[in-house]
């Protein structure tokens, strides 16, 4: 406070000013926001109508316990999917093996 008064007048002034600019524009955005939304308005009524019926919402929690439903049997059909190509990538390798094994018992037979 003592570094306040040593100030020049000037930044007194200026200080001031701001002070008042920050105060008075938090006061008048509480007053705007106060007005913005009165309790009579159909917006209000709205909000309301969607807290109090709760059919709505008792619907989107049924179709969201039955998309999760539908991507668990996707999960599980995922992991069959991938079960059988490890499986098919497996015999392949098989096959693969075999073709090498027998291309090199005619190359040793000729």
Do not use: C, H, W
Not at 59 to 83: H, S, W, Y
């Amino acid at each position: 406070m003592e570094k306040l008064f040593d100030l020049p007048p000037l930044a007194l002034v200026t200080l001031g000013a701001t002070l008042a600019v920050i105060f008075a524009a938090r006061y008048l955005g509480l007053m705007n926001g106060e007005r913005s939304v009165p309790i009579n308005s159909p917006a209000a009524a709205q909000v309301a109508a969607v807290i109090v019926d709760s059919t709505a919402l008792n619907k989107l929690t049924n179709q969201a316990a039955r998309l999760n439903e539908t991507f668990e049997e996707m999960n599980e059909l995922a992991r069959e999917r991938i079960r059988v190509d490890r499986m098919v990538a497996t015999e392949l390798d098989r096959i693969r093996e075999e073709l090498r094994i027998q291309s090199e018992v005619a190359r040793r037979s000729s």
